[in-house]
Each structure stands twice: as C-alpha cells, then as structure tokens.
C-alpha cells in the first residue's frame, strides 16, 4: 500500500532527474594541472605589470576623458544605433526567414538572392555605398502607380550619415537574422505544422501562434550573440561622420594627439558594454537550454519511448 502511495505521489508530481551532463564530474589533480595554472597567472600578471608601469599608456589621461561629455554622447549614439538596427533587422530577418522558406519560386529566389548578396559583401562597403547612393538616384518619386499622385524626395537631403548608418547596418545585419530565425523554423518538428493545418489555423495564425513560439530556445542565443556584434560593428559608422563612441574618441585625439589613450577609452566603453550584455545573454541561454532540456530529461523519455529522438528537418512552407 505504500508503495502504491509513493508511486501516487511521483506520478502526480513528478522529480525532476539530472541528466547525465549536468552531473558534476571529479577528476583528480595532476601535475599539469597545476603548471598550466602556473603559466596563465604568469601571463595575466606580466600584461598587468607591463600596462601599469609602462607610461606610455598614460592611464591620467585615459581616465581625464573616460566619463567627458563627448565620449558619452558618442556612447549613446552607439546604443542607439545598436537597438534600432538591431530592431528593424529582426523585423526584416524574419519577412526573409518566412520568404526563404516559402514553395513559391520566385519569392524564396529572392529572398536568397538578398542573403547571399548582403552577406557576400563588407559592411564597411555597404555603409559607404547608402552613403553616397544620391549619386545613382538623386531624386525619387514616392507615389500611387499609373496616376499623378507623387511625392519627390530628395535623397541627398535625407540620407545624412545616420541614416546612411541605420539603413546599412539593418540590412546587412537582416541576412544573418534571416538565417538564424529560419533555423529556428527548421527545428520546429513536422507534427506541429500538421497539427496547427488540422485545426484549419492560416498561415499567419500558424506563424504566430504555433511555429514562432517554438523556435525561441534556438533563436534568442544566437540573436544575443548577434546583438553583441552589432554593437562592436557600429564602430564602423565612424567612417561616415557618424559622431559615435569611436568617431568621438578619435575626434579628441586628433585635436590633443593622445591617440593610444583615447583608443583604451573607447574599447573599455566597448569591453564593459559587451560584458554588461552578456550577462542576460546568459541568463537567457540558461533558461532556454533548461526548457529544451526538460524536454528530453529521462523521466520523459520513459514515459514516451518517442519523445528523445530528433525530429527530422524538413523543410515547411510558412506561406
């Protein structure tokens, strides 16, 4: 009878097992052990030792002009920078995931067509062509086709070096968030896109409700990876006059000639922006990675002998 009981209880509520990767390993010290760590206190304290008595580093000035005004307006500009094309990419990335994978010809093809040619060329590159593409278009007419109805737009007016910044930046950064999210899809298994067609679910409602949902374990880390390089890669706004961190760092230099002191003030901001970053990265991976595991944890996998094998990919049409 109490045995009965206690398999009444474990079955209502359910204790959570460790899978086999999250028991701790113990290994025992060995000898190399200790002279790798040896070697790598030697060489973190050598690095301090030389960047704390060498005075070319000039550490008064790096820290004179690490919180002036300049510098952080630029900081700013750099965040912003880095939520708004990191915002509209996604937007875009996902139009380009749902286009990829579509069974129309014409719309995957195209949507290949803009990956491989965003990703094929350099950033800095395209950076510098939305700059200056009043040179091939310096007027455009915004208008209803096949009536009198337009607007002209001047685009040399409009596309300052922020702009110019924003729309590279997005459109170079939506190829990689194409591919990652349409990853995220593949994941998805082929029951669910069956079941949400049964239920007479459309499209959209089945893009919405059932598939994006489920792509979230995978999609967020990467995404939080790619939102890190960006943040590193709008460094190269600087080209276009853009005042970010680094073209405010470099603008003070090139008054004062303290060069490799402004250079350590802006990769600090950099360096503790992307630690600052990482840390709900991880805190997201963790939970993710958590939930997916869960999902095939052992007491699962007993209950159904199905539910640990993968899933073959295959490819769904969201269209």
């Known amino acids: 009878m109490s045995t009965d009981l206690i398999g009444t209880k474990t079955r209502s ?35 301090v030792w030389t960047a704390v008595t060498n005075e070319n580093y000039r550490w008064p000035v790096v820290f004179s002009y690490f919180t002036t005004q300049s510098i952080l307006n630029g900081l700013l500009i750099t965040l912003l920078l880095t939520a708004v094309s990191m915002a509209l990419s996604t937007l875009l990335g996902l139009v380009l995931a749902v286009m990829r994978m579509s069974h129309q010809r014409p719309v995957s093809g195209l949507a290949q067509l803009y990956i491989a040619f965003f990703r094929g060329t350099p950033v800095l590159v395209q950076l510098i062509f939305w700059f200056n593409i009043a040179a091939l278009y310096p007027h455009i007419s915004i208008g209803i086709p096949f009536t009198d109805i337009s607007t002209p737009v001047n685009v040399n007016a409009i596309m300052t ?50 598939i994006i949902p489920q792509t979230m374990p995978s999609v967020v880390p990467a995404t939080g990876n790619q939102v890190i390089g960006m943040l590193k890669e709008t460094s190269l706004v600087s080209v276009l006059g853009v005042a970010d961190l680094l073209n405010s760092a470099q603008s003070i230099y090139a008054r ?30 963790r939970r993710f990675s958590r939930s997916t595991r869960a999902r095939l944890s052992p007491a ?19 269209l």
């Open 161 to 210: 070096p922020l702009t110019a910044a924003v729309v590279g930046l997005t459109l170079n950064q939506a190829a990689y968030m194409s591919e990652i999210i349409r990853g995220g899809f593949a994941s998805v298994p082929r029951g669910q896109h069956e079941a949400a067609e049964s239920l007479g679910m459309s499209g959209f409602t089945k893009l919405r409700r059932v």
């Open 13 to 47: 509520r359910p204790v959570s097992q460790l899978l086999a990767e999250e028991k701790k390993r113990i290994t025992p010290k060995r000898p190399r052990d200790y002279v790798t760590w040896a070697v790598a206190i030697a060489i973190v304290a050598g690095l």
């Open 300 to 318: 699962a996998t007993s209950a159904e002998p199905e539910a640990g094998r993968p899933v073959p990919a295959t490819r769904e049409s969201l």
């Open 256 to 285: 004062n000639y303290q060069t490799i002191p402004l250079l350590i003030v802006a990769s600090l901001w950099y360096l503790i922006m992307t630690l600052v970053l990482s840390v709900p990265q991880s805190m997201i991976e």
